[in-house]
């Protein structure tokens, strides 16, 4: 099969196995923007090409958060929005509130400086936190963790902070600094729900619910096509706060508050005139316009990543697919 890419964005056909079973071929694009002056994006003159299997933030951690997410899935519900970055503010603080919007959808962080837990009056309690200019919105400052003989994990962010066989373990440790706002974490041996912008690895939950059923009925009947259970949101790599019920469209703005130098960051997604042109075997010919499923951001920078996706049928014999091209439909 050949694949052609008329357009200055990165793009690239990842054939697979479709949640049904079908052997099929997805065309995954991928346009890089940067903020200019003007607070309008430009394209970028380098492109970042399509992430096949995700970067991590520590290739040598026994588990690590992910910094950039795998751009390859056949599908998604709606869509994902990633923000990777920084706490940034003009003067030192012991906290801040960041928080990214987009359309109706408002996710908010509260990040402190480096704190411990120490035995207060009423008990095990986190102390006061040291003043910071810029610290990193990772999940493993975020509540959360493993215990070091692994009989605790929290799966939905066993990297994070404050997971403990008991309170008094956590003395003198480091306690965690990203929290929801309206949930404050003030002492140990608590359970808090984990929280932040970046992306969710395939084997936390939720992502890690969604995958289906892998037993050995499974193994006998369908291996190794996914599960009949499959959930199509397990492809979803976002936060829980920050997916999308609707596809990304031309115009949706975006706001990142307490990110960046400039304090708010904002830009209106520019248009993606992508179409998708296939070719059979035998001469038949299918087109699609995909929508942009993923958004991620980097404030920073002013970088922002808008990724698209199609799955074409394979077919066998007459019905073989010989052909995907990538044009843009302006």
Request: hydrophobic residues 35%; aromatic residues 6%.
């Amino acid at each position: 099969m050949s694949f052609a890419n008329n357009t200055p964005y990165a793009a690239t056909p990842v054939p697979t196995i479709a949640p049904d079973g079908r052997d099929v071929v997805v065309a995954i694009v991928k346009a890089t923007f940067v903020r200019g002056k003007d607070g309008r994006p430009r394209l970028a003159d380098l492109q970042t090409p399509v992430e096949l299997g995700g970067t991590v933030y520590d290739p040598d951690a026994v588990d690590s958060s992910i910094r950039y997410p795998s751009d390859v899935c056949t599908d998604k519900r709606g869509a994902d929005v990633v923000v990777i970055g920084d706490a940034v503010s003009r003067k030192p603080v012991k906290s801040l509130d960041v928080a990214v919007k987009v359309r109706d959808l408002t996710a908010t962080l509260r990040v402190h400086g480096e704190r411990v837990y120490y035995r207060g009056l009423g008990g095990v309690v986190i102390g006061p936190a040291q003043s910071f200019e810029r610290k990193p919105i990772v999940y493993e400052r975020a509540y959360g963790g493993t215990t070091p003989d692994s009989s605790r994990i929290e799966r939905r962010n066993p990297v994070g902070r404050g997971i403990s066989r008991d309170a008094a373990s956590l003395v003198d440790t480091p306690a965690p600094q990203i929290e929801h706002p309206a949930h404050p974490i003030t002492r140990g041996g608590e359970s808090h729900e984990p929280v932040g912008f970046g992306a969710i690895a395939p084997h936390w939950q939720p992502r890690s619910d969604f995958a289906g059923t892998f037993d050995e009925v499974w193994k006998a009947t369908r291996m190794p096509i996914l599960p009949v259970d499959f959930d199509l949101r397990f492809n979803n790599v976002a936060a829980p706060s920050l997916q999308l019920a609707e596809r990304l469209r031309e115009g949706d703005r975006l706001a990142v508050l307490g990110m960046s130098e400039e304090e708010l960051f904002q830009i209106d997604l520019p248009a993606m005139p992508v179409v998708l042109h296939a070719r059979y075997q035998d001469g038949h010919r299918d087109s699609a316009r995909p929508a942009i499923d993923t958004m991620v951001v980097e404030p920073g920078p002013g970088v922002v990543r808008l990724t698209l996706r199609h799955a074409f049928p394979m077919g066998r014999g007459r019905k073989l697919l010989r052909e995907i091209q990538v044009d843009r439909d302006d």
